[in-house]
C-alpha cells in the first residue's frame, strides 16, 4: 500500500483546511486508516482513525468537534476535515494504513499501522 498525503498548508487561526490521503496497491481498499501528526519536538501522536467499512470512527479529544475524519472508498481516500484550527495545530499531519482488518477494526496506537505516508505540514497564525 502506497499512501499520499496532501493538503496541508499555512492557514489563520479559526480557519479551515482539509487533508486528503490517497492509497494506492492491492490492498488499498481494505484498510483501516488513521490520521497521527508530530508537532516541532514532540512525539507522534493519534488524531483520528476510521474503520475500512466507514460505519466506525474515532477522534483524539483533542480535535473532537473541531476535526472530521471520512473516506470514500471508491476513490481509495480517506479525508481529513479541520476547522476552528489553532496554533497548537500546527504539526505535520501522517495518514497510516492498516490493511487486511475487520470490518469494523481501528485503533489509535501508532504502531499497529503498517503502511505511512510522507506527511503533509500544517501551520496555524495566531
Known amino acids: 500500500v502506497q499512501l499520499q498525503a496532501s493538503g496541508g498548508g499555512l492557514v489563520r487561526a479559526r480557519g479551515s483546511l482539509r487533508l486528503a490521503c490517497a492509497a494506492s496497491?492491492?490492498?488499498?481498499?481494505?484498510?483501516?486508516m488513521g490520521w497521527f501528526r508530530q508537532a516541532p519536538g514532540k512525539e507522534r501522536e493519534f488524531v483520528a482513525a476510521?474503520?475500512?467499512?466507514?460505519?466506525?470512527?474515532l477522534h483524539a479529544d483533542s480535535v473532537k468537534d473541531r476535526f472530521t475524519i471520512s473516506r470514500d472508498n471508491p476513490k481509495n481516500t480517506v479525508y481529513l476535515q479541520m476547522n476552528s484550527l489553532q496554533p497548537e495545530d500546527t504539526a505535520v499531519y501522517y495518514c497510516?494504513?492498516?490493511?487486511?482488518?475487520?470490518?469494523?477494526?481501528?485503533?489509535?496506537?501508532?504502531?499497529?499501522?503498517?503502511?505511512w505516508g510522507q506527511g503533509t505540514e500544517v501551520t496555524v497564525s495566531s
Open positions: 497510516a494504513a492498516h490493511p487486511g482488518t475487520t470490518a469494523q477494526a481501528m485503533s489509535v496506537n501508532s504502531r499497529w499501522y503498517d503502511y
Open positions: 496497491g492491492r490492498t488499498a481498499s481494505a484498510a483501516a
Open positions: 476510521i474503520s475500512w467499512s466507514g460505519t466506525r470512527s
